[in-house]
């Protein structure tokens, strides 16, 4: 069965550093997401993305965040200069239509640590 | 703008009681309602959806959940709780504003004693 695959599952990081958060998202499927959960908190929606543009994004995803689909198969979430608030888990998902009635396939998640 | 309240971060039941896991969502127009489970190290997985049929919504592994207008509730329920239903359970909402992007709740995770 499809599935999308995040990687890694689990990264450890120190304050400032890079961070890029790699996602392969179900292979007909058009459009893609970014959420992240902090620990105890709610899902929380970062970015949409559909042909090769954000369609919609909220007040978290600020100008360290970015997004990128490199080729045809990976959907990356960057994080340019990471700070302690930023540790959570990072879920990538992926549907083939919008979302009114469809569904969202998620992958495992991707934990950050920042340290 | 659309919000969702999951009430209890856990739920603790004994294996074959009733589980009940609550929800309630707030949307400025009438929402789509949706149910994801994720079990241990898994992604989160679609369990049921309400997209303005009818209003008991019958998902999978023998769960079912009631979309009641009047209580902006969307309570999450199965009969008999099994040992493998150990899973933390999501709630999310669609409610307009011109998004369809789902809210999602905190979570509840569900711990089911033998």
């Known amino acids: 069965e499809p599935e999308v695959t995040q990687t890694p599952s689990h990264q450890v990081t120190q304050m400032g550093q890079e961070v890029i958060l790699r996602c392969v998202p179900i292979?007909?499927?058009?459009?893609f997401y970014w959420y992240r959960q902090i620990l105890g908190q709610k899902v929380e929606f970062l970015v949409s993305?559909?042909?090769?543009?954000?369609?919609?994004k909220s007040e978290i995803f600020d100008d360290q965040f970015s997004v990128e689909r490199p080729d045809g198969s990976n959907f990356t979430l960057k994080i340019r200069s990471t700070k302690l608030e930023d540790s959570a888990m990072y879920f990538c998902?992926?549907?083939?239509?919008?979302?009114?009635?469809?569904?969202?396939?998620f992958g495992e998640g991707s934990r950050l640590t920042v340290l | 703008a659309q919000s969702v309240t999951q009430l209890g971060s856990h739920v603790s039941v004994s294996e074959g009681a009733l589980v009940l896991l609550r929800c309630n969502y707030s949307?400025?127009?009438?929402?789509?309602l949706f149910w994801y489970v994720q079990y241990p190290n898994q992604g989160l997985q679609l369990l049921l959806k309400?997209?303005?049929?009818?209003?008991l919504v019958k998902g999978i592994n023998g769960f079912e959940a009631e979309f009641k207008k009047s209580e902006t509730s969307f309570h999450l329920t199965k009969p008999s709780a099994h040992m493998s239903d150990a899973a933390e359970y999501f709630c999310?909402?669609?409610?307009?504003?011109?998004?369809?992007?789902?809210?999602f709740g905190r979570g509840t995770s569900l711990i089911v004693h033998p």
């Open positions: 998902a992926s549907s083939g239509d919008r979302t009114n009635t469809g569904e969202l396939f």
């Open positions: 292979s007909n499927h058009l459009y």
């Open positions: 993305f559909y042909n090769n543009e954000i369609s919609e």
């Open positions: 949307s400025s127009v009438p929402p789509y």
């Open positions: 309400y997209t303005s049929a009818a209003t």
């Open positions: 999310a909402v669609i409610g307009g504003g011109g998004s369809y992007i789902p809210t």
